[in-house]
């Protein structure tokens, strides 16, 4: 949780979401599915009436929600925010379908949240905040032409030497 701790402060952020499920089990040892909303104070575990006693059981020390119809994961989340004055979330949006993005970011904008999102590329460089950066400090990308994996670019690197 001090690796959480110090990347939410270096991201601004007074809370997040965790839906990757190797860093749910990292975070909260928790093997089900669902998501997790993190702030200064609350570990708060969503999930579904199938993994319930599951989350119970594999992370006691956390918080429990269980998600169902009107109580959805936007809706859900919005509340926690607010109850926990989480006013910029920070969001693993590389594991999310459009869909679900695109109604956590509409939910946040609704009730006043900043909904922060970030991506890596190669080595876990971050991209989104590196690019928000650049042009918000007025350099303008005109293009972006790159291998985005480092396995890709060390095969392509390989075989680049042995072909004539």
């Not at 293009?143 to 680049?160: C, H, M, P, R």
Request: hydrophobic share 40%; with cysteine.
């Amino acid at each position: 949780m001090k690796h959480l701790e110090a990347f939410l402060n270096a991201m601004q952020a007074d809370g997040a979401l965790i839906h990757r499920p190797e860093n749910l089990r990292w975070l909260a040892g928790y093997t089900g599915e669902g998501c997790l909303f993190i702030a200064k104070d609350a570990k708060v575990i969503l999930t579904d009436f199938r993994y319930v006693e599951q989350a119970r059981r594999q992370s006691p020390d956390w918080a429990l929600t269980q998600v169902s119809g009107q109580r959805n994961y936007p809706a859900l989340i919005a509340e926690l925010a607010a109850r926990h004055k989480a006013r910029r979330v920070y969001a693993e949006t590389d594991y999310l379908t459009y869909d679900a993005y695109r109604k956590l970011k509409d939910t946040a904008k609704r009730v006043g949240v900043k909904f922060r999102y970030e991506t890596n590329v190669g080595a876990g460089l971050p991209i989104i905040g590196t690019m928000n950066d650049l042009t918000n400090s007025g350099d303008k990308i005109l293009k972006i032409e790159a291998v985005l994996s480092g396995t890709l670019n060390y095969i392509f690197n390989a075989l680049s030497e042995d072909v004539p």
